[in-house]
C-alpha cells in the first residue's frame, strides 16, 4: 500500500510541474499552445535572448569596421577581436589591444565603423 501511495505522489508532482505550453484538446490528444512553449523554454534556458559571441580574426573584419579602429586607435596591437551577433542581426566588433605602455584596453565598434559606448 505504501508504494502504491508513494507512486501516486511522484506521479502527481510531475504532472504538476509540467509545462503549461502541452494542453489536452476536447478529443484527449495532447496540443501545444506557442505562446505558452516558447514562456516554458525560456524558462528552461532553451531559448536564445542571448547575443552570439565568435573570436575573428582581423581579416574576418569587414574593411570599413577595420579601417575606422586603426584611424581611431592608431599604434596599438590588437590582441583579440570577437564578433558579437544580437537576436535582432545587429553586428558588433569588439576589440582587445594593447597600447604603446602595454596597457590592455577594449572598445566596441558597430558595423558601421562608429565606436560604442560601454554598455
Known amino acids: 500500500m505504501y508504494k502504491v501511495l508513494l507512486a501516486s505522489v511522484v506521479i502527481l508532482g510531475l504532472t504538476a510541474f509540467e509545462c503549461p505550453a502541452k494542453e489536452k484538446s476536447e478529443s484527449?490528444?495532447?496540443k501545444v499552445d506557442s505562446e505558452k512553449k516558447e514562456?516554458?523554454?525560456h524558462e528552461k534556458g532553451?531559448?536564445?535572448d542571448e547575443t552570439r559571441e565568435e573570436k575573428v580574426s582581423a581579416d574576418q573584419v569587414p574593411a570599413g569596421v577595420m579601417a575606422a579602429f586603426k584611424k581611431a586607435f592608431p599604434d596599438v596591437t590588437?590582441?583579440?577581436i570577437k564578433k558579437e551577433t544580437y537576436t535582432d542581426g545587429t553586428v558588433h566588433y569588439e576589440?582587445?589591444?594593447k597600447d604603446k605602455d602595454g596597457k590592455?584596453?577594449?572598445v566596441e565598434?558597430?558595423?558601421d565603423g562608429e565606436v560604442?559606448?560601454?554598455h
Open 39 to 41: 514562456a516554458c523554454e
Open 116 to 118: 560604442l559606448e560601454d
Open 109 to 111: 565598434l558597430n558595423s
Open 28 to 30: 484527449g490528444e495532447c
Open 78 to 80: 590588437i590582441e583579440k
Open 46 to 48: 532553451q531559448k536564445k
Open 104 to 106: 590592455k584596453h577594449e
Open 95 to 97: 576589440f582587445e589591444y
